[in-house]
């Protein structure tokens, strides 16, 4: 009985220390419980291993469930997939770092605990099955003073912070000389707050110039009205709306994500009757540049190399794809396409298809086309007066590596989070955007549907902002900041530098395996 209370108070100090309700110093405490089941276990089972598989299973589903319960309002089938997978994903960790701390000892095994959970982070960026909105780092999304330092490492910085001081307070716990395991845990904690703080106090904000910029919040129901609701009739509401902020001085025009409801071909594009209207208003602003979703479809040509994620039109020799995009309108009228490439697991892309296409059925409908989307791409930032706009769309604003290298002025955000209704999913969704502020010195531009929609500065701070189901347009001058991070240069190479100490740590246990 005291293991299982060990598990949920883990898993407890897990999901009470999550963004955006919680008490974020908890995390620092959150594994110790883990710690001492794994104790206990080692003691007094021969199949220890498996319990502690169990038992880290247990905390981290409860985690998963109580921190992401949301997701289950868009797709049933979905999040009880992602609360199983994600929580056995983070409990096989636990399991390597049980046999690591075995085989080859405490001081070990506990790095090992610590690039091993960073490994898994960083494959969760980058695979099928990716789900990183749990990656640990992400916890401090509403204590941003703690890591100002996450402009040098990155949301994974965050996570070998957290394990770090769990490892030292639980060694703390169980030491002899407190006096020394206190000095020690002590430094772990404070150190890197002494040094954001430092970041915060002393780095200067080098402003070169300033983008005006008009976002619009149409709240539009995605259940009840976004489909049954005509285009026309929504591409009007839009423009009235956007007429009562723009003027002449505007020079970005920015709407959510799915904005456009009508069926826009690419090969078309510019004769559709959405964008013949954006470029009417265009016409009376000379200087507004406009940034909307949009579903496109692209048809593809005889002999033309197919996507694989290409359709077929039904009883014809015809293929094409479906995207979900942000569509860009210069100010001189040239229109441009950015396709998501990062695209949401099980709802707009089944993973592993050769494996999963079966279930495609089972994902939810984001955006008027279920099944997998096209992500291939060939644009990956607009220019706007001479300013670079960075595009990402709804869950690509969670992966800070994607704009590593990218020379851009601006990060702008265009989502819809209606899907999960007024739960903790979409304050998440914006106070995680806040992180990708910190890690770049860039401004972000955010347009969601149903909110919430923003400004957030280079050093993270919120501006005016439409909240959670208010139709608002909010307009303002962003700044453009010089800064180039290490983070910007680098990215998330805390993450390719675990994955290789993993491979090695992971044959360490191998031999030690096979010869004791």
């Not at 007429?243 to 799915?258: A, H, Y």
Request: charged share 20%; glycine share 6%; aromatic share 16%.
């Amino acid at each position: 009985m005291k293991n299982y209370l060990l598990a949920i108070l883990s898993g407890l100090l897990l999901s009470f220390a999550w963004p955006v309700d919680g008490f974020t110093y908890l995390i620092f405490f959150s594994f110790v419980p883990l710690f001492f089941v794994q104790k206990d276990l080692k003691e007094s089972n021969k199949k220890s291993r498996l319990r502690f598989f169990f038992f880290s299973y247990l905390a981290f589903f409860l985690f998963n469930i109580t921190t992401t319960y949301w997701v289950y309002f868009a797709s049933p089938f979905g999040s009880i997939a992602a609360f199983i997978l994600n929580s056995l994903f983070m409990a096989l960790i636990m399991l390597l770092f049980y046999a690591s701390k075995e085989k080859l000892g405490s001081r070990i095994g506990y790095l090992s605990l610590i690039v091993f959970w960073i490994s898994f982070e960083y494959l969760h960026l980058n695979w099928d099955l990716s789900w990183p909105w749990l990656t640990l780092g992400n916890c401090f999304s509403e204590t941003l003073f703690l890591v100002n330092w996450y402009e040098y490492t990155g949301v994974l910085g965050g996570t070998f912070w957290i394990l770090f001081v769990n490892i030292l307070f639980y060694e703390l716990l169980n030491s002899l000389n407190k006096i020394k395991s206190s000095l020690y845990f002590l430094l772990a904690l404070v150190l890197p707050i002494l040094l954001s703080l430092n970041i915060s106090k002393n780095k200067s904000i080098d402003i070169k110039d300033n983008l005006y910029v008009v976002v619009v919040q149409p709240n539009i129901d995605p259940y009840y009205e976004k489909f049954q609701l005509s285009y026309k009739d929504q591409l009007s509401e839009f423009i009235k709306l956007a007429r009562t902020k723009i003027d002449s001085n505007t020079e970005l025009l920015v709407g959510p994500e799915t904005a456009l409801q009508e069926s826009i071909w690419e090969s078309k594009v510019d004769y559709t009757e959405s964008i013949e209207v954006f470029k009417n208003l265009q016409e009376e602003f000379p200087k507004l540049n406009i940034l909307v979703g949009a579903t496109t479809f692209k048809l593809f040509k005889d002999g033309e190399e197919k996507t694989s994620t290409a359709r077929q039109f039904r009883k014809e020799e015809l293929w094409y794809d479906v995207y979900n995009s942000a569509i860009f309108i210069s100010h001189k009228q040239k229109v441009s396409i950015y396709h998501k490439t990062k695209l949401v697991p099980g709802a707009e892309k089944i993973p592993f298809p050769y494996l999963l296409n079966n279930f495609s059925a089972l994902s939810v409908d984001l955006g008027g086309v279920s099944g997998s989307l096209g992500s291939e791409n060939s644009i990956e930032k607009f220019e706007v007066m001479d300013k670079k706009i960075l595009p990402l769309i709804c869950y690509e604003s969670i992966y800070g590596d994607m704009n590593t290298g990218k020379n851009v002025d601006v990060i702008s955000i265009i989502t819809n989070d209606g899907w999960w209704g007024n739960t903790a999913g979409h304050k998440q969704h914006f106070s995680y955007a806040k992180l990708r502020a910190i890690e770049q010195k860039r401004t972000i531009v955010r347009s969601a549907n149903t909110g919430i929609s923003g400004f957030i500065s280079p050093l993270g701070e919120v501006g005016e902002i439409a909240k959670w189901d208010e139709k608002k347009v909010i307009k303002s001058q962003v700044a453009i900041c010089n800064t180039v991070t290490f983070y910007n240069q680098f990215g998330d190479y805390l993450g390719r530098i675990s994955s290789f100490i993993s491979i090695i740590f992971i044959l360490m246990i191998f031999v030690k395996s096979k010869i004791q």
